[in-house]
């Protein structure tokens, strides 16, 4: 098994002040040059919002994620819906196991026919080496044969 670049991106995020709503909100805003062997588009655009509750040791998070192509075949397609949702329990200060779910359900005013819509689960887990720094670890099986069935995941977080 070799692993392999699959692109580059930019991702922004601000949050509101944790005091003015029930919950913790932020926006996320990506701008992807993914390779062409795993995206025929050549630049896309992501728009998160993200949605935050913890209660005790449980931490939910609820993105309801549109995107688009800015450059490539599908540019004149429209938004696509990307749902999200992370679920963990931190057991200590430093790990959380979560289960998290990823799916993309088509263009958001024409969804596919749930066969062909990818959803996929995650079980895995959160170390934050600090309050700035997050390994992000998770094996995906998808639900859906549209998708890929098994994923491997890993995501190197720092917050600045």
Known sequence: MTAELAGWRVRPRFRIPEDKLPFRFSLSTEVAFPKEVYEVNDITLEVRPIFEWTLGSTQLAVNP???????????????????????????????????????????????????????????????????????????????????????????FGWMF
Do not use: C
Not at 70 to 93: I, M, Q, T
Not at 110 to 118: E, G, Y
């Open 65 to 155: 994620v549109i995107g688009r192509s800015l450059r490539g075949p599908d540019a004149a397609e429209g938004w696509d819906f990307e749902p999200g949702v992370h679920l963990g329990y931190k057991v200590s200060e430093n790990l959380e196991p979560s289960v998290e779910y990823y799916g993309s359900t088509g263009l958001v005013h024409d969804p596919l026919p749930s066969a062909q819509q990818v959803h996929q689960f995650f079980p895995g887990f959160d170390y934050r080496f600090n309050d700035d720094v997050i390994l992000n670890v998770g094996v995906g099986f998808g639900a859906t044969n549209a998708g890929n069935t098994r994923v491997y995941k890993m995501r």
